[in-house]
């Protein structure tokens, strides 16, 4: 019988780079005993685990689910009373479209303990990698992060809020939107406006795409970008700094 104490502990990933994660999320995953893991973590990560923990994969593979939403927070709850400390390991930070807060508040309904601990996210730091700064003096005062994709499948309203104002735009799960926000942006006369699209940043397997709202599209087709990436749209773009690779001067032993 489990006399541990039934806990969930949801803990971000950090977008790709193994080395982008906080120290307090390699300690939760050293002391999980189950890990429920995502597809967009780096799966290096799982090398912090005991090797007693017990790990699950429960994102997405070829397109399709290996489990629902609701089968998920089932067996956070299910296993944390067989097992005691389940960690939910999560791309990015888990509160930025990332249903932390959901599998939170089921896990609460059923008395867990539950604690979060924030990750770094793609929205940040893949524009980042690539030298792209979401605000800079005189170039941008401020960005929004919106997802492309609604529950409902619809590209998110906010996207033509934000295209009228003058901020950095910065769109995840957007590349099966892309020409609807190319319309949205043209509406507002921001044809010429810099867009650059990252797919699978900070990784080995990135792929970077950079032009204006007017034949972005163009360059997908031509560099073949598709998701899991992130698109940024702003004068940001313009002001993009080349850097030294950071997998050569930084990279785990
Ligand atoms: C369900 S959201 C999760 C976001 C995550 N919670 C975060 O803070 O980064 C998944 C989307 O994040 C973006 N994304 C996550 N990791 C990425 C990466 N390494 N490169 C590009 N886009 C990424 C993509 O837009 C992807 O479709």
Redesign the pocket.
């Known amino acids: 019988m489990n006399t541990k104490v039934p806990k969930l502990t949801v803990v971000?990933a950090g977008?790709?780079d193994v080395d982008l994660i906080t120290l307090k999320a390699i300690k939760a995953i050293e002391l999980a005993d189950v890990i429920l893991y995502d597809a967009?973590i780096n799966k290096a990560l799982l090398d912090y685990a005991s090797n007693d923990a017990e790990l699950i994969f429960v994102g997405k593979r070829k397109g399709c689910y290996a489990y629902q939403q609701d089968q998920i927070n089932e067996l956070i709850v299910s296993r944390a009373k067989s097992h005691g400390h389940v960690v939910r390991l999560?791309?990015?930070?888990?509160?930025?479209?990332?249903r932390g807060a959901e599998e939170i508040d089921y896990a609460q309904q059923f008395g867990l303990e539950t604690y979060v601990v924030p990750?770094i996210?793609?929205?940040i730091a893949?524009p980042a990698y690539q030298g792209i700064p979401l605000t800079k003096r005189g170039a941008s005062e401020s960005f929004w992060v919106i997802?492309?994709t609604t529950k409902a499948h619809k590209l998110s309203n906010d996207v033509a809020l934000a295209a009228k104002s003058t901020a950095t735009v910065v769109?995840?799960?957007?590349?099966g939107k892309l020409s609807e926000i190319v319309k949205v942006f043209s509406k507002e006369n921001k044809q010429d406006t810099a867009i650059a699209i990252?797919?699978?940043?900070?990784?080995e397997y990135?792929k970077f795409g950079v032009g204006t709202i007017s034949n972005i599209e163009k360059i997908v087709a031509e560099k073949q970008l598709s998701?899991?990436?992130?698109i940024v749209i702003g004068d940001v773009v313009k002001e993009r700094v080349v850097l030294n690779s950071i997998y050569k001067e930084f990279a785990t032993a």
């Open positions: 971000g977008p790709g967009l999560k791309g990015g930070d888990p509160f930025i479209f990332g990750g996210s793609s929205a893949v997802t492309g769109i995840l799960m957007g590349m990252i797919q699978n940043g900070t990784t990135e998701s899991p990436a992130i």
